[in-house]
């Protein structure tokens, strides 16, 4: 999840401003470089809070939370992930030349 760490992007919506009312709708609309689908995980797994007008504290939202005028969204892009488990092929290799600096 998110942590305490300081949100990537912060939404705040205003009167009027929601079209569909769903969290993922909303975001998949204002967050393009994501798809849907990355938006709805990325809120299973706790990357989007929401705090609305008369609360103090952000909670963890669901994607088909309802939007309403002062609510404010807190989205945590998570960190991209590591490919460590690449393994490299034994490949043959004809070696014409080598020396210290050069191979062919």
Do not use: W
Not at 3 to 12: A, L, Q, T, Y
Not at 35 to 57: C, D, F, L, P, Q
């Amino acid at each position: 999840g998110a942590g305490d760490s300081k949100p990537s992007m912060v939404f705040e919506i205003a009167k009027g401003q929601v079209s569909s009312g769903r969290l993922d709708h909303y975001l998949s609309e204002h967050i393009p470089f994501l798809s849907r689908t990355a938006i709805t995980k990325m809120v299973k797994e706790g990357y989007v809070r929401i705090s609305s007008a008369h609360t103090t504290t952000a909670k963890v939202a669901k994607p088909a939370a309802k939007m309403k005028p002062g609510d404010m969204i807190n989205v945590f892009l998570p960190a991209p992930k590591t490919c460590c488990d690449i393994l490299m092929d034994a490949i043959p290799l004809h070696i014409l030349y080598e020396d210290a600096s050069l191979l062919v």
